[in-house]
């Protein structure tokens, strides 16, 4: 059912609408850089998943990890019907246009949890796909610290949140993913992921013994994050929005994976004697 929620939500739509089409959409969990996984797997990376080939989706090996893309209304009724068949396969059906489950009867519900009117924003599009499909789908927004309260203990049915990495990973990824982390509240493990070859994937990264088994490991963890859809990949600004004052001078080479250096600025000091005598000039 994780997949059939993934395929519900319209990204295309949202940025053009919303967004003026300046975001573009997680693809990784380590989304541009080197620890990004892509394409098939092989090599270092695709031995350690060999090792755990019998509990993961067959299709990992043999297909390239793509997300559903809604750019044009066929594509949309496309998704949208593609989730109501994993739906089925699981065990729900949608009966006079409310989706329920086939034994009990009790109709699909959700809600998400939301700390201001920004939500609605995030939530809204999405939110009207799932009821397309027969989902109780709702948002409750609540007041910060019982957002707060409730984020830390795990007590919402989803809510977005955000995974900053580095290109360095290492201990953080056990309070993110790991099933030690998904019973301990205040954790990042949001998802509440317990899989045992995550865990695995986990120890590979902190204890790699070099560079270039690090960067195996993560993109293996990447491949099995995204292929099992424990959550659904949102949005990023492709590019940094800043302004300064042109007296002031930076790097002409920046951070590859921050996007800025805040801290390397300095004075040009022709440009600012110009800056000066324009200010007399106006007094």
């Known amino acids: 059912m ?3 929620l993934t395929l519900a939500y319209n990204f295309e739509e949202q940025n053009r609408l919303q967004f003026f089409e300046m975001n573009e959409r997680f693809s990784s969990y380590f989304e541009r ?4 996984s892509s394409g098939l797997p092989e090599g270092a990376e695709l031995e350690m998943l ?9 299709e990992l090996f043999t297909e390239e990890f793509r997300l559903p893309v ?3 209304p066929q594509s ?14 699981a065990g729900w059906a949608i009966q006079g246009g409310r989706m329920v489950n086939k034994q009990s009867g009790e109709q699909f519900r959700i809600e998400f949890l939301g700390s201001s009117p920004t939500s609605e924003i995030i939530t809204g ?15 409750r927004i609540v007041d910060t610290s019982q957002y707060i309260q409730r984020y830390q203990a795990f007590e919402f049915d989803a809510v977005t949140a955000r995974f900053p990495q580095s290109e360095s990973p290492g201990n953080e990824q056990r309070d993110y993913w ?3 982390a998904a019973d301990a509240e205040g954790s990042r493990n949001v998802p509440g992921i317990k899989d045992p070859v995550v865990d695995a994937l986990i120890d590979r990264i902190i204890y790699a013994t070099d560079r270039e088994e690090l960067v195996a490991a ?10 099992n859809y424990y959550t659904v990949p949102q949005y990023f600004q492709p590019t940094m929005r800043y302004a300064y004052w042109n007296k002031f001078g930076i790097p002409e080479k920046q951070p590859e994976y921050s996007g800025i250096d805040p801290q390397s600025w300095w004075i040009l000091q022709d440009r600012e004697a110009e800056l000066e005598e324009q200010i007399e000039d106006v007094e």
């Open 218 to 227: 993560t993109r293996a963890l990447d491949r099995v994050l995204l292929w």
């Open 33 to 36: 850089s080197e620890l990004a």
């Open 70 to 72: 809604f750019d044009t």
């Open 50 to 58: 060999e090792a755990h080939r019998d509990a993961l989706p067959p």
């Open 178 to 180: 790991s099933t030690q």
């Open 125 to 139: 599009g999405y939110i009207a796909n799932l009821r397309r499909l027969g989902i109780d789908a709702t948002l």
């Open 76 to 89: 949309q009724r496309d998704n949208l019907r593609e989730a109501v068949r994993l739906f089925d396969e």
């Open 2 to 4: 994780r997949h059939a």
